[in-house]
């Protein structure tokens, strides 16, 4: 009986080694996509606010329309500029 547990104790530890051998691989890999699959997931749930709120989009064509294409420019720079002192002062 005792030799039975000591073979089973010793089966355990490879398969823990193994185990924990797969799981650093498998966090290596995943790794190279874990940027991808951030932004993916941000467009979907980008997508599902515009789903949820169907008045977006009009609002953004009414915008442009209003606004006209020239002073776009200007409105999308701004908008730009806003962004960036955003993500600035999220990294502090």
Same mark, same amino acid.
């Given at each position: *009986?005792?030799? +039975? #547990? /000591?073979?089973? /104790?010793?089966? $355990?530890?490879?398969?823990?080694?193994?185990?924990?051998?797969? $799981?650093?691989?498998?966090?290596?890999? =995943?790794?190279?996509? !874990?940027? &991808?699959? /951030? %932004? @993916?997931?941000?467009?979907?749930?980008? #997508? $599902?606010? =515009?789903?949820?709120? &169907?008045?977006? =989009? @009009?609002?953004?064509?009414?915008?442009?329309?209003?606004?006209? &294409? #020239?002073? =776009?420019? +200007?409105?999308?720079?701004?908008?730009?500029?806003?962004?960036? *002192?955003? !993500?600035?002062?999220? %990294? %502090?």
């Amino acid at each position: *009986m005792n030799e +039975k #547990l /000591a073979r089973l /104790a010793e089966q $355990r530890e490879r398969l823990v080694a193994l185990a924990a051998t797969q $799981r650093t691989a498998l966090a290596q890999n =995943i790794e190279l996509w !874990r940027i &991808p699959l /951030a %932004r @993916v997931d941000q467009g979907l749930a980008a #997508l $599902r606010v =515009i789903k949820r709120n &169907p008045a977006l =989009i @009009v609002g953004g064509v009414v915008l442009l329309v209003v606004l006209r &294409p #020239l002073r =776009i420019t +200007k409105w999308v720079q701004r908008g730009w500029v806003a962004w960036q *002192m955003v !993500r600035g002062l999220r %990294r %502090r």
